[in-house]
């Protein structure tokens, strides 16, 4: 069993790394996020899982565990695949995963490619209680540059960058930028294209 690699990345595509170990190249199929961000000649850690069919050994890889064990509830979902719960991961963080388990949404995994309303359904049904949200933050007064951060991933989304990418480019850009950027949705969302680059869909 293949849990983990550490290499420097060879190649990448929209939805895969190529990773070399030992001399050995080793390509994972990773979420749209994890291959935007892998840039060639650096290294990667990836927490990989490897899927065994009778024709074909696939390794799928993530950022962190907590990604690592979504792919594997979603796996064990009737009807959803490695390609399906991947395309699930490169779209949803963990925590809005968990969050719409837990609300009983099916919506935002009907937006998912590939994805239909009886797979939604089944998605939220079969993992109750197995997944749990993160406890909802005390509103303070950072609460407006959420709501700012709220805008630019969504200006993002409107852009073509998936809803998962879109929100972790808005946060570690609020995270990066000045008091006074934090309050503006336009400088944040042109420090966030700055950093994201060409979209690659």
Known sequence: ????????????????????????????????DVAH?????????LHTSLIVREDALSLYGFADRDELEIFGLLISVTGVGPKSALGVLSHLTVDQIAEAVTAEDD????????????????????????VRAAAPTTKTAAASGGDVIDQVATALV?????????VEAAAQTASDASDAERASVSSLLRRALAALGPARV
């Open 107 to 130: 919506a935002p995994f009907r937006r998912v490619s590939g994805i239909g309303p009886k797979t939604a359904k089944l998605i939220v049904l079969q993992l109750a209680g197995k």
């Open 37 to 45: 961000t892998a840039s060639i000649g650096e290294r990667m850690l």
């Open 158 to 166: 409107g852009l073509g960058w998936s809803e998962k990418v879109a």
């Open 1 to 32: 069993m293949i849990s983990s690699l550490h290499g420097t990345v060879l190649h990448t595509t929209s939805d895969q790394v190529v990773i070399e170990v030992g001399g050995v190249g080793f390509s994972v199929a990773v979420p749209a």
